[in-house]
């Protein structure tokens, strides 16, 4: 079984910054994908920012030049979140695309969640 966690969230001011991160554990062989989500109250949950095998990233727009994800330790995943605004309140979900198990398939796993509040 895959595990995720989570960890890093809290309560900020506007302009303050918070670190996310979120660890796999479990027999993984591989990691295609990692992937940070939120979701606001009353909103759909949305892609925030992934970064694959290779080391691509993408963000939202709503996060460009402010939030950075990396990948610095194995099965790790980090988010950098700088400059942050009242809009960004949320719960951020960590999702990882794994290749798990025999025979070896694709899986997709999420996080448990953690609330980052932004105070204006």
């Known amino acids: 079984q895959v595990q995720l966690v989570e960890s890093g969230g809290g309560l900020v001011q506007a302009g303050g910054s918070l670190r996310l991160s979120c660890v796999a554990s479990?027999?993984?062989?591989?990691?295609?994908?990692m992937a940070w989500y939120r979701q606001a109250p009353g909103k759909q949950r949305e892609l925030v920012a992934v970064i694959s095998s290779g080391g691509t990233t993408n963000y939202a727009d709503s996060v460009k030049g402010r939030f950075t994800i990396s990948n610095n330790a194995k099965n790790t995943v980090d988010l950098q979140m700088n400059i942050l605004k009242p809009e960004d309140t949320a719960v951020y979900y960590c999702r990882m695309e794994v290749r798990y198990g025999v025979p070896i398939a694709n899986y997709a796993y999420w996080g448990q969640g953690t609330q980052v509040t932004v105070s204006s």
């Open positions: 479990g027999s993984i062989f591989s990691i295609n994908a």
